[in-house]
């Protein structure tokens, strides 16, 4: 199976997301150069318990790093557009590509 795992390029993956949990939302920007997060950092922040400030593709996912580069969650591929992960207190996030 994992040879049917394909790594995504940063630049396949980069561009405008939106991070749910329950009913809020995070405008986040996947940015190719460098692999930076942009958008609104600070909700995120709140809800990962640590400040994204990078994030890589991953062939199952993305994982989002902070600025030591180590990871603070990994989003899981559930399909073209959606990943979904878990924050440190357990509740579940979803990053989804906005139209």
Do not use: F
């Amino acid at each position: 199976m994992a040879s049917s795992l394909v790594l995504p390029t940063a630049a396949q993956l980069a561009g405008h997301w939106q991070l749910h949990q329950q009913d809020q939302v995070c405008a986040l920007d996947l940015l190719e150069q460098a692999n930076a997060l942009g958008g609104d950092v600070a909700c995120a922040e709140q809800w990962l318990g640590d400040k994204p400030q990078t994030w890589s593709p991953t062939p199952d996912g993305i994982w989002l790093m902070n600025a030591e580069g180590t990871g603070i969650t990994h989003l899981n591929r559930q399909k073209e557009g959606e990943y979904k992960g878990r924050t440190p207190s357990g509740r579940e996030v979803v990053l989804q590509r906005t139209p």
